[in-house]
């Protein structure tokens, strides 16, 4: 009886202690598997991050080669546009001096079809049609023609009248500069000549260069100051 009782004892515990290893061993595969689960979410959040990361620098670089792109279309287009405003002045300019050639009263019409003078671009005759412009017995197209052959004169002579100013002014100014300059150049060897202390030494020096070269001739005593001069 005894015996059995032990054998009972020893068996419980034998199964107490399976079921002690079976739970430890449970215990360690649901921390396994936990631990498993935040390296998963860890590594999937990094991967999404680096995601992320690499859709805003592709992002960035588009945007800055949009940028880049932008920019360079802007300097394109400003340098045409600059391009332009200089064939339309260049252009004004050859209309204006032909028509000054001709004392303002050059036919316009002639002018207008050359290809290379963009005329209507200045709005100088935008709103005339050309069917109105070749009809000779229309009066309000020769009236329209009229008018703008006179706005034009004015506004060729306005410009050239400026111009002609300008130039003028510069040229005027630049005279006025050389005469300045002349003027104080002039006025400083005055005024250093007319320095008493300045005078009366080089007058003493004549006086003694006289005394020491009486026997001298004129060419001389220039030949001696020019050598003076250059040293």
Known sequence: MIDDLGRRLSHQASQQREKDRQADARLDR???????????????????????????????????????????????????????????EQSLQLIGAHIYRQNLEADFDHLVNVKNVEVQEHDLITGIDTRNRLTTDNNTARNQRREIREHTKAYIRERLTDFYLAEAAKVTAQQNQERTIKAESAARIREKWTDNDIRKDFELFMAELAQKTKAWQTSDIEGVLRKLNEA
Do not use: C, P
């Open 30 to 88: 649901q921390q396994q598997h936990r631990e498993w689960l935040e390296n998963s979410r860890v590594l999937n959040r990094a991967r999404e991050q680096q995601r992320k990361d690499d859709t805003r620098a592709v992002e960035l670089e588009q945007k800055r080669q949009d940028s880049l792109a932008g920019q360079a279309e802007k300097a394109a287009i400003s340098r045409d546009e600059q391009e332009e405003i200089t064939h339309r």
